[in-house]
């Protein structure tokens, strides 16, 4: 069985988020890897997502878009990156609907996990430093302020927060 969260309509993720039941996904395609989630992330931008959706789907949005596991198998004469095998653990990003136990995700979005990585720091490697990366940028370009080499932030003690000092100390 597959548990997924989806939604049906906008509002408070805690009012429409729902677990739903499935059959687990089939043999993965050529160029599709299949993996058992161990963690995913719930970042804010997931939240909004739902909080902003109009109007009712038809059928159940997925929720999430990145999340980290094992390996199950990979699709036949699928090229996968260095590292990725079958057993080992992998993170991929963007894929919607990454808040489910089984994921079937396109093989060029798949990444391997190296060990010295936790899955709970794995599920947050591709977003956050992304969006890290982009704060800095955006201050190094911003014309109004202009950019000094410091960046004050103010989200606290966030995985993005950490990884923006991180970017700075370089």
Request: avoid cysteine; hydrophobic fraction near 45%.
């Amino acid at each position: 069985m597959n548990r997924r969260v989806v939604h049906t309509r906008g509002g408070l993720p805690a009012d429409v988020l729902t677990v739903i039941e499935e059959p687990e996904p089939e043999a993965p395609a050529h160029g599709q890897v299949l993996i058992r989630t161990t963690a995913f992330p719930v970042h804010r931008g997931d939240l909004l997502a739902v909080e902003a959706y109009r109007g009712t789907a038809p059928e159940p949005v997925p929720v999430g878009v990145e999340a980290t596991g094992v390996v199950e198998a990979i699709g036949p004469d699928t090229r996968v990156a260095p590292g990725v095998e079958v057993g080992g653990r992998a993170t991929v990003f963007p894929l919607p609907g990454g808040w489910s136990q089984w994921i079937l995700a396109d093989a060029e979005i798949v990444v391997p996990v190296p060990d010295e990585l936790s899955d709970e720091v794995a599920a947050q490697m591709l977003t956050n430093p992304l969006t890290a990366v982009m704060l800095r940028r955006e201050a190094e370009h911003h014309l109004a302020l202009g950019y000094d080499g410091y960046l004050v932030q103010a989200a606290a003690g966030s995985s993005v927060g950490r990884l923006v000092t991180g970017v700075m100390q370089y």
